[in-house]
């Protein structure tokens, strides 16, 4: 659940009376805590003692905040007062532009309006999009390259066959059409246990990622694919396929029919 703050839960609840602490997943690996334990909270003019109530995504400071009412610190901090608001602006509103039209008049009462402050988690989720991204790509090349290895194998192997042909009439762009014809089942036939496997591969990848730094990641993080979002992804393994063999249909079409005839 993405909170007006900022803040994405991973798990629980946000806070909605005093004595009541929210926490990211680092402080309750270091507390040795869970959701409903109480820990105390020390460092102030006397203990305070909160329940913990949900787990935040939140990688500020390592992780080790706890996000609770102001009013739960009254006994400790009588003079606490709330020195931040957080505001939610409607979809489609320019931030940069609202933001500078408040600090005209907040300038001078000493207080600052700012864009983004708040959004640390969303920077962890853009870093670990942008790894996937590599990865994929990554995977993507290395299978473009072997279906260029196979068909290129392939083609090598029929050159007579491509030869004779041609010598029938076969035009360029028709002996490029082959050789991507024959790809094609094979790409149809990759793509479609291909994606069930990528999802799969996704959903236990993320978390890991997310593990190693020590951070539980939310099931809107994670679960980013929809049912209309699958089909066009089945077709992923043909475009691999396309993607590899054109260099070999592009040498095919290029190949002269004598040379080709000649060639045993």
Do not use: C
């Not at 600090?103 to 942008?130: C, F, H, I, K």
């Not at 994929?136 to 290129?152: E, K, R, S």
Request: proline share 6%.
């Amino acid at each position: 659940m993405r909170l007006p703050g900022g803040y994405t839960m991973v798990s629980g609840r946000w806070t909605d009376k005093p004595g009541e602490a929210v926490v990211p997943p680092p402080f309750l690996t270091a507390t040795g805590t869970r959701i409903g334990d109480t820990v105390t909270l020390n460092g102030m003019a006397e203990p305070v003692t909160v329940r913990i109530v949900g787990e935040v995504l939140d990688p500020r400071n390592d992780g080790r905040q706890v996000f609770t009412d102001a009013s739960t610190l009254t006994s400790a901090h009588p003079d606490l007062t709330e020195t931040s608001h957080h505001i939610a602006v409607t979809s489609g509103t320019d931030v940069t532009a609202y933001a500078d039209a408040l600090n005209e008049d907040l300038t001078p009462l000493g207080a600052t309006a700012r864009v983004g402050g708040l959004d640390a988690s969303g920077d962890m989720v853009v870093t670990l999009n942008a790894l996937s991204m590599t990865l994929t790509l990554m995977l993507v090349t290395v299978a473009a390259l072997g279906v260029l290895n196979g068909v290129l194998l392939d083609t090598r192997e029929r050159v007579r066959e491509i030869g004779v042909h041609k010598a029938l009439g076969m035009t360029p762009r028709q002996t490029v059409a082959m050789v991507l014809t024959s790809v094609t089942v094979t790409g149809l036939v990759a793509g479609t246990p291909g994606v069930p496997l990528g999802v799969a591969l996704h959903g236990w990848v993320l978390p890991a990622m997310g593990d190693s730094v020590g951070f539980r990641l939310p099931g809107s993080v994670i679960a980013v694919y929809h049912g209309a979002e699958l089909l066009p992804l089945t077709l992923g393994g043909l475009l691999i396929a396309t993607l590899g063999a054109l260099l070999p249909a592009g040498w095919a079409a290029r190949a002269r029919t004598a040379t080709a005839l000649r060639t045993e």
